[in-house]
């Protein structure tokens, strides 16, 4: 779920991803970092994970140079690509990833939708 926080200053996004092998959770902020005048972010995961990411705008979507420390204190670094594919889609890739320094494989786009409320 995505909300703004009370002064419209920040995004407030809260995620669950659940697969056959993983189930992770958290809350991720979104806002303007007033110093530089881009976008950040900075994610908590419910296992104690820590991350952040800068946005920067390419063309039609938005690529986030990310790192942070996993719950063990290992490091990870990547680009997370965000792509629109309408209104209540868009897709997420993580490429150009690193655990404390080593290469992994980039991961396969993943289709995100919105949940539609009544």
């Known amino acids: 779920t995505y909300a703004w926080d009370a002064g419209k200053k920040f995004i407030i996004a809260r995620f669950t991803i659940r697969e056959a092998d993983i189930a992770l959770s958290g809350v991720q902020v979104i806002g303007r970092d007033p110093a530089q005048d881009t976008i950040h972010s900075w994610t908590f995961e419910a296992n104690g994970g820590i991350g952040e990411a800068d946005w920067s705008r390419d063309g039609d979507h938005w690529i986030l140079?990310?790192?942070?420390?996993?719950?063990?204190g290992t490091t990870l670094s990547e680009t997370n690509v965000l792509r629109r594919v309408n209104n209540d889609v868009?897709?997420?890739?993580?490429t150009d990833r690193a655990l404390d320094g080593g290469e992994l494989a980039d991961l396969a786009p993943v289709k995100v939708t919105r949940v539609k409320t009544e």
Not at 65 to 72: C, I, K, N, P, Q
Not at 90 to 94: K, V
């Open 65 to 72: 140079d990310a790192a942070g420390t996993l719950s063990d």
């Open 90 to 94: 868009f897709t997420w890739q993580s």
